[in-house]
């Protein structure tokens, strides 16, 4: 992989018309000790926020000892790199075949249900493996309320009651038991850690039983853009919220229950950001060569303000407009698609132009990891930068939150 200073310097030496991954290593590996230092537990690696194997391998050189997998692919991708890691299957919804691969091809022995059926399936494998339920840790996924950006209780998660059935069942068959949750990703409210370890203390003192762990899941809020037109969001920082969790445990009397947190945003988002193109300029419109169908969908559902640098071309040598005022534009995606277009303008300068490039930064979370094939275009050149995007100039502009008449 080639190595530069800056994105910018990249973007000028290889003039790339296809988008280009900016991977910060020094950045994942800072980000990833941070949070390990701050969470008094096991940290597992959400892997579906980015699987890459070059972030898998360099997280598992910071530290990483257990990745959190939901599937056969993702079992796959941590072994390759990391063949001494640990997983956890927590994702509560599974295919009994991929339950028997997770035991028996992968000897995993953390994995976590919300519902009877699961229960069901995975007492079948464990008995047709012949496998003792009491080298298995079972974590009952139960159901959050709270504040992120992306909510997840809806889909998944036992209510009360029935997470103290499942807990029951499964310690009469012999598995040691656990209480796990995800809050959602990108919380906004920082009670909302507090609120779940309330809802896990009922139902551990309901279930009456030892609990094996708990597993307070992810949702940690990784840092993006601020729209200066707008006020400030209150939140505190993620040294405040790690700090507010600590307290929280120990005052729900959880210090003694092994810990496990299922971190993904928040360790990867500021380690890459994406050099594009714009391909063409029409008026107040960029069309650029990504977009909604490669790396931009978590940004296009409209929910996250992504820091933006302008990178102009010095090839063009006459341009329009005052560099130093800040202008919305309309961005358009690169597919044929008419839904390709960003839900939020991008503030740029007035004098951005066919040819320029735009890097777009704290773009490691749910970006690679959701880009499709789709119209032929799939993003995938990656180069290593030693620059973080925050050093050095402050970005020029970013995707605003309002939303733009055309
Ligand atoms: C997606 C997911 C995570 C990671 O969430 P982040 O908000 O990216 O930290 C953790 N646990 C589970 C079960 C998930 O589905």
Not at 69 to 87: D, G, H, I, K, L
Request: glycine residues 8%; contains cysteine.
């Amino acid at each position: 992989m080639q190595v530069f200073d800056t994105a910018k310097d990249a973007a000028l030496s290889l003039r790339p018309d296809e988008p280009v991954y900016c991977f910060r290593p020094d950045v994942l590996k800072a980000d990833t000790r941070s949070f390990m230092k701050q969470f008094p537990g096991k940290t597992a690696y959400a892997v579906k926020t980015n699987g890459e194997p070059l972030v898998l391998k360099t997280l598992a050189e910071a530290g990483v000892q257990a990745f959190d997998v939901a599937s056969p692919a993702e079992f796959a991708a941590v072994r390759a790199v990391a063949p001494e890691a640990e997983m956890l299957y927590m994702h509560p919804v599974k295919a009994q075949s991929d339950i028997r691969l997770a035991l028996e091809g992968y000897g995993i022995r953390v994995i976590a249900v919300d519902h009877e059926d699961e229960v069901t399936k995975l007492i079948r494998v464990v008995r047709a493996l012949d496998i003792d339920p009491g080298a298995l840790t079972v974590f009952v996924r139960i159901q959050t309320k709270g504040h992120a950006t992306y909510e997840l209780s809806k889909k998944f998660g036992a209510g009360p009651a029935q997470a103290v059935e499942l807990l029951q069942r499964l310690s009469r068959h012999g598995f040691p038991v656990g209480i796990c949750f995800h809050v959602g990703s990108q919380i906004q409210d920082p009670d909302t850690y507090e609120r779940a370890l309330a809802s896990a203390d009922w139902v551990r003192n309901r279930a009456g039983l030892p609990l094996a762990g708990l597993d307070v899941g992810g949702g940690f809020p990784a840092e993006y853009g601020h729209d200066p037109n707008r006020k400030k969001p209150e939140m505190p920082s993620l040294d405040e919220i790690m700090a507010r969790l600590r307290q929280d445990i120990s005052e729900w009397g959880f210090e003694e229950t092994p810990l496990v947190a299922e971190p993904g945003r928040v360790i990867v988002a500021r380690a890459f950001s994406l050099v594009v193109r714009v391909l063409l300029r029409k008026g107040r419109r960029l069309y650029i060569n990504d977009g909604i169908w490669a790396s931009l969908s978590d940004s296009w559902t409209g929910k996250i303000t992504l820091p933006a640098r302008f990178i102009p071309d010095p090839a063009i040598r006459s341009r329009n407009g005052d560099p130093d005022k800040l202008v919305p534009f309309r961005v358009c995606g690169a597919t044929c698609d008419s839904v390709d277009i960003l839900s939020r303008p991008f503030w740029l300068p007035e004098t951005v132009d066919t040819g320029d490039w735009i890097e777009i930064g704290h773009i490691g979370a749910y970006s690679m990891a959701l880009r499709t094939r789709f119209n032929g275009f799939y993003p995938d050149l990656f180069v290593e930068v030693k620059t973080p995007f925050d050093a050095g100039e402050a970005p020029d502009g970013f995707a605003s939150l309002e939303t733009m008449a055309d």
